[in-house]
């Protein structure tokens, strides 16, 4: 099994800033990653696929970028609407597999 | 618009069982591939099955292979999750989510997910 792991598990960041946040997979997964944004009490969202193509809505101060085994996601000047929790998702294989998430928090 | 929407959670004992449905509107379920993801209390989200858009092909995760069966009727445009020999750890909400990529096995991502719907599984 392909194993994610993200860093940090939680950051405080103020509005403004730029924040990234990194997933590290197990082995190699070429460009199989993606990453979703989720806020509590609602389904995951689709903000980037394939390491760095932005889903369609998405506003471009999200990028994410990386392959291989190490990944990033770039939020460029944090807005309030983004503190959630940010999951990286990898589909290598038929048993996907998601880092255990990084909770961005307002300072 | 796209939607989808689960129902059938509720609270069950270990060793009961559930079915979970999902009602897709919106588009043509017969066209994608759809999947379950789970997520525990508290806790990240975990991948359970797979199911081809024809119902051909099926892959589950090794924690519910042989309790868990997914399945689908595209005529009514509604995919399920049949729930057997559940336990405690098997708690969570339990999201559908369409998949989108170019395979069913790889590179794949989710574009919508439903809101989910809780199991509880709870003496």
Redesign the interface.
Known sequence: DIQMTQSPSSLSASVGDRVTITCRASQSISTYLHWYQQKPGKAPKLLIYGASSLQSGVPSRFSGSGSGTDFTLTISSLQPEDFATYYCQQSYNTRCSFGQGTKLEIK | QVQLVESGGGVVQPGGSLRLSCAASGFALRSYAMHWVRQGPGK????VA?ISYDGSMK?Y??SVKGRFTVSRDNSQNTLYLQMNTLRTEDTAVY?CARH??GQ????????Y????TLVTVSS
């Open positions: 990240g989200l975990e991948w797979v892959y995760a090794d999201y989108r990529g069913l096995e790889v590179n794949y991502y989710y574009d997910w439903g809101q989910g």
